[in-house]
């Protein structure tokens, strides 16, 4: 049962223009969603989270959206460089809860 | 460098096998969390453990098991190995339950089961 998904597998973007990657989740219960990046051969870091009480957060160039209403959160990358170009994944968890959900992920490339 | 690490990055081994994977977490953190990545999956939580104890399972087979020894590290033991059983296990840490913040992840083993 899949808690958290991502649709979109992969995501191209030019260099300086938006990308938005998209998560839908199910569980109603879910307190915390968190956004993480990997690259090839590495584990996945950590990039931004959000408390279900907000409805936005911002870091930087990251900037995470949440719509509980829809169970649907996004995250916006201004401008994308090449740098950014990983599989990101977003997670949720319970407050109460030990495990976090994972969505299959999405593969960002951003052209130069 | 995550501090968090990951032993081997690589493994390949006949079915019906046995292996023992081994994370380090990083200093101070004192939950392990054990994850399973298989092809075009998201991670699946296995299972959790703290300061020693078992905290949480997840989707983890009877064939698997796991234990966190008293500095703190951990290994997950996977036997009587299936070609199902290819996957890249990550092992990550955080100090406490990990909630807003995250977990700290390890790059992984990569394992292929023939």
């Known amino acids: 049962d899949q808690q958290v998904k991502q649709n979109s597998p992969s995501l191209s973007v030019q260099e300086g223009r938006i990308s938005i990657l998209n998560c839908d989740y199910t569980n109603s219960m879910f307190d915390y969603f968190l956004w993480y990046k990997k690259y090839p051969a590495e584990g996945p870091t950590f990039l931004i989270s959000?408390?279900?009480?907000?409805d936005k957060n911002e870091d930087g160039r990251f900037t995470v959206f949440l719509n509980k209403s829809a169970k649907h959160l996004s995250l916006h990358i201004v401008p994308s460089q090449p740098g950014d170009s990983a599989v990101y994944f977003c997670a949720a968890i319970r407050n109460t809860g030990n495990q976090f959900y994972f969505g299959t992920g999405t593969s960002l490339t951003v052209i130069p | 460098d995550s501090g968090v690490t990951q032993t081997p990055k690589h493994l390949i081994t006949a079915t019906g096998q046995r292996v023992t994977l081994r994370c380090s977490p990083r200093?101070?953190?004192?939950?392990v969390y054990w994850y399973q990545q298989s092809l075009d999956q998201g991670l699946q939580f296995l299972i959790q453990?703290?300061?020693?104890?078992?905290?949480a399972k997840g989707n983890i087979l009877e064939r698997f098991s796991a234990q966190q020894f008293p500095d703190l590290h951990s290994e997950l033991n996977l036997s009587s190995l299936e070609l199902g059983d290819s996957a890249l296990y990550f092992c990550?840490?955080?100090?406490?339950?990990?909630?807003?913040?995250?977990?700290?992840f390890g790059s992984g083993t990569r394992l292929t089961v023939v």
């Open positions: 453990y703290y300061n020693g104890e078992e905290r």
């Open positions: 959000i408390s279900s009480i907000k």
């Open positions: 990550a840490s955080s100090e406490t339950g990990g909630l807003n913040y995250g977990y700290t």
């Open positions: 200093s101070g953190d004192l939950s």
